[in-house]
């Protein structure tokens, strides 16, 4: 019997996915709430999917309020306010110390 470390990670197999931009409206359709659909969560306008971390960003997980939005905000100021998930990064002031946490990410 193998190990765990000796296993590999079952990652769902999605189909491809089109290029394009998504709406933060159309983005919200990705919150891990369909197990047919990706699990995606944006930063700076970057969208990641975060398939190998649904057991943190899937319905359930402690990171699930970040899943199908663009969480910037709240990242940078790592909180889960429903006030900095649904803030717009790219007008939203953050301090520079805010900055760096978000250019981690």
Known sequence: ????????????????AEQCDLSPEALRAYDGSD?????????KGHIYDMAAGKDFYGKGGPYNCFAGRDASVALAKMAFDEAWLSADWENFKLSQAERDILDDW
């Open 35 to 43: 197990a047919h659909k990706p699990l995606l969560v944006a930063a």
């Open 1 to 16: 019997m193998a190990s765990p470390s000796d296993q590999e990670l079952e990652i769902p197999d999605y189909p491809p």
